[in-house]
């Protein structure tokens, strides 16, 4: 069983910063790709950030010059890191990473629970 989960989500004012974590447990043989998604209310899910695992990284041209992914292969971690936040920002993040289990010959697309993300002003 492989499990993602999310953590550092909360509260921040206009201009702030926020750090997310997502680490990935269970039977992992290898891990792919690493992506931050989000959910704002009344709209799709859009892809923020992803990181491959060699560190080639891409994001979504709203959050450029403001968030970096990062990744601790040695953790199975990735984090988020977001400054200047906005309003706009505020969503439920989530983690997604295509991982190859220890007792499957493919990857597989996994999804954390979700981490709210509320920027006040």
């Known amino acids: 069983q492989v499990q993602l989960v999310e953590s550092g989500g909360g509260l921040v004012q206009v201009g702030g910063s926020q750090r997310l974590s997502c680490a990935a447990s269970?039977?992992?043989?290898?891990?792919?790709?690493m992506n931050w998604y989000r959910q704002a209310p009344g709209k799709q899910r859009e892809l923020v950030a992803g990181?491959?695992?060699?560190?080639?990284?891409n994001y979504a041209d709203s959050v450029k010059d403001r968030f970096t992914i990062s990744r601790d292969n040695n953790k199975n971690t990735v984090y988020l890191q977001m400054n200047s936040l906005k309003p706009e920002d505020t969503a439920v993040y989530y983690c997604?990473?295509?991982?190859?289990?220890?007792?499957?010959?493919?990857?597989?697309?996994?999804w954390g629970q979700g981490t709210q993300v509320t920027v006040s002003s």
């Open positions: 269970g039977s992992i043989f290898s891990i792919n790709v």
């Open positions: 997604n990473a295509r991982i190859r289990s220890s007792w499957a010959s493919d990857e597989y697309d996994y």
């Open positions: 990181i491959s695992s060699g560190g080639n990284t």
